[in-house]
């Protein structure tokens, strides 16, 4: 990848970075849901995913069927939804979230934000995954 290429990449996560701070006393589930753009939850091992099905269920978030976040093995990567459903991803979300900053392109262009759960949950000031 040519060097202005890296330095426009990395000028956007930074933007990202700066339009997702949320202070660590209001750090929820709720509060990702709230940010402008569609955020993808990574959650690196078993410990991580655990916490992020334990405290998705505290705040009542569920599969878009309506199964509870208990009853399905969780995966590295999930969706979060506004409308607080969960959901997984698949192999083009999964190539998403490693190659892509937006969904669509021009005016119809929607961020993808990418968090990772455990710096999230131990209040770290910079949760943006970066592949």
Do not use: W
């Amino acid at each position: 990848m040519s060097k202005v290429k890296n330095v426009n990449r990395e000028l956007k996560r930074s933007m990202q970075a700066k339009q997702c701070r949320i202070p660590r006393e209001n750090r929820t589930l709720t509060a990702l849901t709230k940010l402008n753009g569609r955020v993808y939850i990574y959650c690196g091992d078993r410990k991580t995913q655990q916490q992020f099905i334990e405290d998705a269920e505290n705040e009542y978030f569920h599969y878009g069927d309506g199964v509870s976040l208990q009853e399905r093995m969780p995966d590295s990567i999930m969706a979060l939804n506004k409308d607080k459903t969960v959901n997984f991803i698949g192999f083009a979300g999964t190539m998403a979230f490693h190659y892509a900053d937006h969904f669509n392109t021009g005016k119809d262009s929607i961020p993808l934000i990418k968090v990772d759960y455990r710096k999230y949950a131990a209040g770290c000031q910079d949760f943006i995954y970066h592949p």
